[in-house]
């Protein structure tokens, strides 16, 4: 049974910082691609970061210079810190897995977290 449970979301205000923590069990980390998402009320899911699993890390552009995604395979987890937080990055955060592949996309992840709550006040 694969296991993705997500943790360290809360309320901050803008400018603040959260670390999101994504621990993983059934599966070995390092020989998947694993990745973050986010849902805003009323928007689509979208693609924040992830690592496929060469251990590359991969960042939509509203993430680029603010999030950092890292992976620490003793825990089998995968981390998100945010750094800079606005307004708009308030959403529901997800981790999501899948076998690794060759060529990265944000498509085919199977397994998902219940995710965990980022609110960020202005």
């Known amino acids: 049974q694969v296991l993705l449970v997500e943790s360290g979301g809360g309320k901050v205000q803008a400018g603040g910082s959260l670390r999101l923590s994504c621990a993983v069990s059934g599966r070995t980390v390092s020989a998947y691609d694993i990745a973050w998402f986010r849902q805003a009320p009323g928007k689509e899911r979208e693609f924040v970061a992830g690592?496929?699993?060469?251990?590359?890390?991969h960042y939509a552009d509203s993430a680029k210079g603010r999030f950092t995604i890292s992976r620490d395979d003793a825990k089998n987890a995968v981390d998100l810190q945010m750094n800079s937080l606005k307004a708009e990055d308030t959403a529901i955060y997800y981790c999501?897995?899948?076998?690794?592949?060759?060529?990265?996309?944000?498509?085919?992840?199977?397994?998902w977290g219940q995710g965990t709550q980022v609110t960020v006040s202005s």
């Open positions: 690592k496929d699993w060469n251990n590359f890390p």
């Open positions: 999501a897995l899948r076998p690794g592949r060759d060529l990265w996309g944000i498509s085919g992840f199977g397994f």
